[in-house]
T-cell receptor
Framework: AQSVTQPDIHITVSEGASLELRCNYSYGATPYLFWYVQSPGQGLQLLLK??????LVQGIKGFEAEFKRSQSSFNLRKPSVHWSDAAEYFC??????????FGTGTSLTVIP | EAQVTQNPRYLITVTGKKLTVTCSQN?????MSWYRQDPGLGLRQIYY???????DKGDVPEGYKVSRKEKRNFPLILESPSPNQTSLYFC????????????FGPGTRLTVT
């Protein structure tokens, strides 16, 4: 069955510290992977996506993610977190199937 | 401006009173989808549409209906809403099914009492 797992429900980091949000997926075909961010009261904004090629992808707002096929993972990273990064982050998988699957989200709190 | 619009943004209704949430996109996207977002459950797909007149169930279709008579519009219909359908609903569209990123509307906060 297709699924996305985000094992961390909530993460707290200090401003300026590095960040890694975990994502594992299960998908029967070639996965197309996405990270979205949802600020409080807002819709979802695409941070980055992976379709093929270089397994390290760069996104907006200084985020990057690395696709590791052997681990079925697509972890999101940022070297230095800003207070404005506080939000909910969702990993998602699509592909040649007809549906998208989202993880349950990771809520990020940034301490000044 | 390329966008997905939803209306209404907020809705409070009573059990059993039929309602429709509209969704429209201006990007000529083939694929459209409805999600509900609940705390601790993330986004779950309700229905999706590959193109005009082609719709299919997602993971949580019970209690919902959709139609796709025009490419740009994909309304979500609750024939007889119940309190367990209280949720935040998002419409999304993408160029072609799962092969492209989805663009999301601003969300509709629905409360059923």
């Amino acid at each position: 069955a297709q699924s996305v797992t985000q094992p961390d429900i909530h993460i707290t980091v200090s401003e300026g510290a590095s960040l890694e949000l975990r994502c594992n997926y299960s998908y029967g075909a070639t996965p197309y992977l996405f990270w979205y961010v949802q600020s409080p009261g807002q819709g979802l904004q695409l941070l980055l996506k992976y379709f093929s090629g270089d397994t390290l992808v760069q996104g907006i707002k200084g985020f990057e993610a690395e696709f590791k096929r052997s681990q079925s993972s697509f972890n999101l990273r940022k070297p230095s977190v800003h207070w404005s990064d506080a939000a909910e982050y969702f990993c998602a998988v699509g592909g040649t199937g007809n549906q998208f699957y989202f993880g349950t989200g990771t809520s990020l709190t940034v301490i000044p | 401006e390329a966008q997905v619009t939803q209306n209404p943004r907020y809705l409070i209704t009573v059990t059993g009173k039929k309602l429709t949430v509209t969704c429209s996109q201006n990007m000529n996207h083939e694929y459209m989808s409805w999600y509900r977002q609940d705390p601790g459950l993330g986004l779950r797909q309700i229905y999706y549409s590959m193109n005009v007149e082609v719709t299919d169930k997602g993971d949580v279709p019970e209690g919902y209906k959709v139609s796709r008579k025009e490419k740009r519009n994909f309304p979500l219909i609750l024939e007889s809403p119940s309190p367990n359908q209280t949720s935040l609903y998002f419409c999304a569209s993408s160029l072609v099914r799962g092969l492209n990123e989805q663009y999301f509307g601003p969300g509709t906060r629905l409360t059923v009492t």
